[in-house]
């Protein structure tokens, strides 16, 4: 465990001298900047787009992040051949793979976290320069508790994405990686439409192999709650709970065929 | 570093000289959209559409203003129900979207492309997709009522828009005043008849003054013919003192509140009087 939290606090500085935090800076811009001249676009919808603009561009943000530093993980290492010099340490594969994926991981809290912290502070000045009648009107609080939810689940969306960065890191290079990786996040959005080809198609073998895939592929389209929650419509707890709970399996799933392509790499 | 600024203000230099020379008016101004199936839309959108959907209500407004200001009428908002129509596929719950939409819709050209049925099937789409909220039947009866004058339709809207949770008491009185307008009186007294039970007193009195006015109306409606059989002597004004005279009224009638209806004296029409308390009368058809 101990070796698991060295190589984690190591790989999120790394990403320190990356300068990953000065995504953060780009951010808190993007949304001020936005924030005035929404204002001035928009028939008194800014608190609403600047929700939609700041949810997604935590999304993008965090994918960057995940897809470019992910699909480095492991690779890098091999590349500049530290990756003797760790092996030949007390430090299991298993403990590695694992130890790269929590430090991007804590990366990633991090970013999402002061993200999260810059759009409320920009919702809070918006909400308190508006009048009450203007506020009423809104859907929903512009500081509302709900955006929470939306955040959480794209947090584990770009866990997600962070261990299938990391699985082919473990075998590929960083240009097919990010390429594999991007292409899965965006399969991944149409996962839905494989679960009812059987609506389109007769042929049993191809709504089986149509399943089979859905289930395969990571269902990203169900992380999405960002519309409902911008609208203040609920979002059910059950909900929520089932598609982290789907998240966290399939990340304990690609970790495990991470360790495992990974231990039986051969870097003589 | 010098070179690159050097660089780079030659190239600036260099737009605005051409710019100046060769005007690209037309092509700046030419209005594009080059993705309109909502469908497509919303997958080339990923999981981005409720942002997308705010880029297109931007786009929906910048052309609205921009043909609203335009004095070129070509255009005549050619644009307008795509890009709405894209904006609320591809966020739903945008209201605003719909209901300003509707009015930009159903506005007559300068104000707008004069399409009150778009206006119309936009709310439609909106009450698709969130079918309890009350805004988008009322958005319907007003443009039932505004745009095609059809009191009738307004008065149905407007009652179904008072069947919806949360909708406020007054779109009832609203959907009577419609049907009085068009001149359904029966219909409107049933329903202010209903109002007289609701638990709100505010509402129970605008049901029974409405009830008066409508009783002041009929009594109106009912004079009319008979003060038209007994018109003053040539040169003469109609009044009251002339009616009484020929034994056609023994007095002169009051309305409910106890106020003299007056007589317009070159017309001879009835009137509530302004010192009454069912003044301003509601404005009305020919009774049904």
């Known amino acids: ?268 | 570093m010098a070179v690159a600024v050097a660089a780079f203000a030659t190239a600036v230099t260099l737009q605005v000289v051409r710019d100046r020379a060769y005007s690209r008016e037309e092509a700046q101004n030419r209005a594009f959209l080059y993705v309109q199936s909502p469908a497509v839309l919303r997958r080339i959108a990923l999981s981005f559409d409720a942002l997308a959907a705010d880029v297109y209500w931007i786009r929906a407004l910048q052309h609205y203003g921009g043909d609203r200001l335009s004095r070129d009428g070509r255009e005549r908002y050619r644009l307008l129900y795509p890009l709405l129509d894209l904006t609320t596929s591809l966020d739903p719950y945008f209201t605003i979207a719909y209901r300003f939409g509707a009015i930009f819709l159903s506005e007559g050209y300068p104000g707008g492309p004069g399409r009150p049925d778009l206006a119309v099937a936009l709310l439609k789409k909106g009450i698709a997709a969130q079918s309890d909220n009350w805004r988008y039947y009322h958005d319907i009866a007003f443009v039932h009522y505004w745009q095609l004058h059809d009191t009738k339709t307004a008065a149905e809207w407007f009652r179904l828009a008072q069947q919806q949770p949360g909708a406020p008491g007054w779109l009832e009185p609203v959907a009577a005043s419609m049907l009085i307008e068009g001149g359904d009186r029966q219909s409107a007294r049933v329903i202010l008849q209903q109002i007289l039970n609701s638990p709100e007193e505010w509402l129970q009195q605008m049901a029974r003054r409405a009830l008066l006015q409508l009783d002041a109306l009929d009594l109106i409606d009912r004079a009319r013919p008979v003060i038209v059989r007994n018109p003053p002597p040539a040169g003469t004004p109609y009044s009251w003192q002339w009616l009484i005279q020929r034994g056609v009224v023994s007095r002169i009638p009051e309305d409910e509140t106890g106020v003299p209806f007056e007589i317009d004296p070159s017309t001879g029409a009835l009137t509530v009087s302004p010192r009454s308390q069912l003044f301003p009368m509601p404005r009305t058809g020919p009774p049904q």
Request: glycine share 8%; charged share 15%.
């Open chain 1, 1 to 268: 465990m101990r070796a698991i939290s060295w190589i984690a606090v190591n790989v999120f500085k790394e990403s320190v001298r990356d300068r990953v935090p000065y995504n953060l800076a780009l951010f808190a811009v993007l949304l001020i900047a936005s924030s005035f001249l929404i204002g001035q676009l928009t028939a008194g919808q800014d608190v609403k787009i600047i929700k939609d603009l700041g949810l997604a561009a935590i999304v993008v943000f965090g994918l960057f992040i995940a897809i470019f530093i992910g699909i480095g993980l492991v690779s890098k290492e091999v590349e500049r051949r530290s990756i003797y010099s760790l092996l030949s340490k007390p430090i299991g594969r298993p403990q590695f793979v694992v130890g790269k994926y929590a430090g991007l991981v804590l990366t990633l809290a991090v970013n999402v976290g002061v993200m999260t912290v810059a759009l409320y502070a920009v919702l809070g000045c918006l909400t308190y320069l508006q009048t009450p009648a203007a506020r009423a009107a809104w859907d929903a609080p512009g500081v509302d508790p709900r955006l929470l939810e939306a955040i959480g689940l794209i947090f584990v969306e770009l866990m997600i994405v962070t261990a299938i960065a990391l699985f082919f890191s473990t075998f590929s290079t960083p240009l097919l990686a990010a390429a594999l990786t991007f292409g899965l996040f965006i399969v991944g959005h149409f996962n839905t439409d494989l679960k009812n080809f059987d609506k389109i198609v007769d042929s049993r073998p191809a709504i089986w192999v149509a399943r089979a895939v859905y289930h395969t592929v990571p269902d990203f389209s169900a992380f999405d709650i960002k519309t409902e929650v911008v609208h203040g419509l609920p979002v059910a707890a059950g909900y929520l709970s089932a598609t982290a709970g789907y998240g966290f399996a399939y990340i304990s799933a690609l970790l495990v065929v991470s360790v495992l392509v990974f231990a039986r790499r051969d870097f003589k």
